[in-house]
């Protein structure tokens, strides 16, 4: 079992930044592929960003080169730092894990929490 614990969010003018924590337990090593979903609001879920066991990250277009993924072993704690960031990436972000990035769902999913991005 994993266990996902997420941190951060909140409002924040376009243009700013934010950074997203998710502390992940109960996993023994870091071979596991986590990713950051967004849910903007009345839309599906939607992998932004994912890490692979090997450390090979993808980022979705819309968010490349303003989102990195990463994640400190000795904290157990992955993040999504956001920056430059728009109206459109408002909504519900979660961190996730399984076994393997191409697994759909995913197995393991944290909490979920809000970003609001005003204009």
């Known amino acids: 079992q994993v266990y996902m614990v997420q941190s951060g969010g909140g409002t924040v003018e376009a243009g700013g930044s934010l950074t997203l924590s998710c502390e992940v337990s109960g996993v023994r090593t870091w071979a596991y592929c986590f990713a950051w979903f967004h849910q903007a609001p009345g839309k599906e879920r939607e992998a932004i960003a994912t890490?692979?066991?090997?450390?090979?990250?993808d980022y979705e277009d819309s968010v490349k080169g303003r989102f990195t993924i990463s994640r400190d072993n000795a904290k157990n704690t992955l993040y999504l730092q956001m920056d430059r960031l728009k109206p459109e990436d408002s909504g519900m972000y979660y961190c996730a894990a399984d076994q393997s990035c191409i697994n759909d769902p995913f197995t393991y999913w944290g909490q979920g929490t809000q970003v609001t991005v005003s204009s």
């Open positions: 890490r692979d066991s090997d450390g090979t990250t």
